[in-house]
């Protein structure tokens, strides 16, 4: 810091905020709106935006215990223009008789909006590395033989939307399939196309589909609709199930 010419004070406010680590999203970005001179920066305005709607997505999965946000994290490439990750394995599989700490990160990466600016035309991009060592060292920890899986995108449900898009309404009830031992995709797009939706449930083997849409929300309400069904089938346009029902709904379907 003293290189780089860096005031004394700005170095003790760095060292301090450095300290904020370790702890949920929503704990730090509640103690971070509290500091006046962050919040008077546009800059830091524009990142608590992009880490509440994180915050959304983790919420949507019930993953927020899983996540922490650690200010000390820093990737050494300078192109990194937002967000930096980095994944762990934890595994008491790991953990040896001399309590050696587990293995550390097995995946690490970034946003890096416009680098490919300087090849051609500037596009949104974000990209992760993995290390593929530590990963077949978890795995053989775990008795695993690693060996590669068909990667076929094959499901039974699909989860789409009307409208705006619902994302995180769409990742909440996907949650709740998978959680249920359900195989089910939904498309990662903020407002995908509805004819999209339909051709990835095609493409994918899906037998049903979920459309969520803002009115049947607000009744409690989602439609199930059975792919695959004759023109003049009386199930045709699929029908209404109660949100807390679909589970029970889909399963009795699928068998």
């Not at 760095?14 to 962050?38: E, K, M």
């Not at 599989?93 to 500037?122: C, E, Q, W």
């Not at 994918?204 to 607000?218: N, W």
Request: charged share 25%; aromatic share 8%.
């Amino acid at each position: 810091m003293e290189e780089k010419g860096l005031d004394s004070g700005v170095a003790d406010d760095i060292g301090r905020y450095v300290q904020i680590s370790g702890r949920g999203i929503s704990s730090v970005l509640d103690q971070l709106r509290c500091d006046s001179r962050l919040t008077a920066n546009k800059d830091f305005e524009a990142g608590l935006k992009d880490m509440d709607l994180l915050r959304a997505y983790l919420e949507a999965f019930q993953l927020s215990d899983k996540v922490s946000f650690d200010l000390s994290l820093a990737r050494g490439l300078d192109y990194y223009t937002a967000l930096i990750f980095e994944a762990t394995a934890k595994s008491p599989d790991l953990h040896t008789k001399s309590n050696d700490p587990p293995i550390g990160s097995v995946a690490a990466g970034g946003r890096y909006d416009n680098l490919s600016g300087m090849f051609g035309n500037s596009i949104p991009c974000i990209g992760v590395s993995f290390g593929i060592d530590r990963i077949f060292t978890i795995l053989k920890a775990r008795g695993e033989n690693g060996t590669a899986q068909s990667m076929a995108r094959r499901f039974d449900v699909y989860v789409m939307a009307f409208g705006s898009g619902l994302l995180t309404e769409r990742m909440a009830l996907a949650r709740e399939l998978w959680a249920a031992g359900i195989s089910a995709e939904y498309s990662l797009k903020v407002k995908p196309k509805l004819q999209q939706q339909f051709k990835s449930a095609e493409v994918g083997g899906a037998r049903a589909v979920l459309i969520i849409g803002e009115e049947e929300l607000k009744s409690g309400k989602v439609r199930l609709k059975i792919l695959g069904l004759a023109d003049d089938d009386p199930e045709k346009d699929g029908r209404l199930v109660a949100r807390q029902n679909v589970v029970s709904e889909v399963k009795k379907l699928l068998q």
